[in-house]
């Protein structure tokens, strides 16, 4: 049952495609402290039909137009990578808060101009890691924060499926799309290496720094064979854990996620679920105190819903973020350019002195 709040968010969604269809429309309409207010979209087909399922009380075929209605608080950058920075810096300037769908960016340079406009802007700006607002994935945070004292390593792994496609296919509505949809020159797939790394890599890359902290040097290295990709990556953490990251796609099994933790009072395991299933991660967190492990349930696994609940409590309650920030995503592209980089060179890379793109 849906119970709305007296005060609630404004937000417009700009993008009406899966994504939006997926998570972020429906986040708004069921969210407690928001509302969907708008829509924005190119494609007028794609606009009207998302306006008549969802209801919003004003859609924009022009983004400048939607930036200006001043009842408008916030925005969801739903849109292809390339446009998330751009996109997101055109609200920061029109006085909008923003939540923009991860990765931020492709390049170092580029998560630093947003970074940039968000301190110039004075607003809130969460990147989409919906996995932060995964509630089980929260319990185990807080047991590292509070009880588990010093980290030794963490072993994470990200394994897309080759049944993928099946099973989502059977629980997702068929996504509405349209011809006139707009789209960034090239295709984003050309390069799978790259594609794979933002796309994937960037969840693995947040969750590892959720848990663990700042990474501030990798070791990668990539097997390529029969069409699948394979990256090991040594990690480095600022508070001396050392770190193992598995990023897979695609495996030939189900859907493959999780972590292992292991710290001076006691252990965290994890399996996470394809985050379209709406299931909470399944965690067991071990106390060495009295050798007991707890197994949190986390029955709300609207992880999209609640990263707009959250972001509406900082803007409106002045609650701290509890999402990805800025500098968080700005660090994940980081991460990501130094894998990318100590693939190519077979060397450990340190985050701080990586440019460019991924």
């Known amino acids: 049952m849906i119970v709305k709040k007296d005060r609630r968010l404004r937000v417009g969604v700009l993008g009406c495609g899966p994504i939006a269809q997926f998570a972020h429309l429906e986040s708004c309409v069921k969210a407690s402290n928001a509302d969907l207010y708008a829509i924005c979209d190119a494609a007028p087909d794609l606009l009207a039909r998302m306006g008549a399922t969802y209801e919003p009380r004003k859609m924009y075929g ?22 998330h920075v751009p996109m997101s810096i055109k609200a920061l300037e029109a006085g909008k808060h923003v939540l923009c769908e991860k990765p931020i960016g492709v390049s170092v340079e580029e998560g630093e101009k947003l970074a940039e406009a968000v301190k110039r802007s004075g607003k809130v700006l969460q990147v989409g890691h919906m996995k932060r607002f995964d509630p089980a994935l929260e319990a185990a945070r807080d047991f590292v924060r509070d009880e588990m004292g010093e980290i030794l390593a963490l072993k994470a792994w990200y394994c897309d499926s080759t049944h993928r496609y099946t099973n989502t296919d059977a629980v997702q509505p068929l996504p509405i799309t349209s011809k006139l949809a707009k789209k960034p020159g090239g295709n984003p797939k050309a390069d799978l290496r790259q594609y794979f790394i933002l796309a994937h890599g960037s969840h693995l890359v947040d969750t590892a720094r959720f848990l663990c902290g700042e990474i501030t040097a990798v070791r990668a290295r990539l097997n390529e064979r029969f069409g699948a990709y394979c990256w090991f990556v040594e990690t480095e953490f600022a508070n001396g854990a050392l770190g193992h990251l598995d990023l897979t796609v695609a495996v030939r099994m189900d859907w493959h996620e999780g972590f292992q933790l292991y710290g001076q009072n006691g252990s965290v395991i994890a399996k996470t679920f394809n985050p379209w299933y709406f299931r909470a991660s399944e965690v067991d967190i071990f106390h060495e105190k009295d050798a007991t492990s707890r197994k949190p349930l986390g029955a709300d696994g609207h992880f999209f ?20 920030t800025v500098e968080d995503g700005l660090a994940s592209i980081r991460a990501m350019v130094a894998i990318a980089r100590s693939v190519e060179s077979g060397a450990r890379v340190e985050l701080a002195g990586v440019t460019g793109a991924v």
């Open 62 to 83: 022009d983004y400048d137009e939607m930036l200006a209605d001043p009842e408008l608080e916030a925005v969801i950058v739903a849109t292809s990578d390339a446009y």
């Open 305 to 324: 819903r609640r990263q707009l609940e959250g972001l509406a409590d900082t803007v409106l309650n002045g609650a701290p973020q509890r999402g990805a």
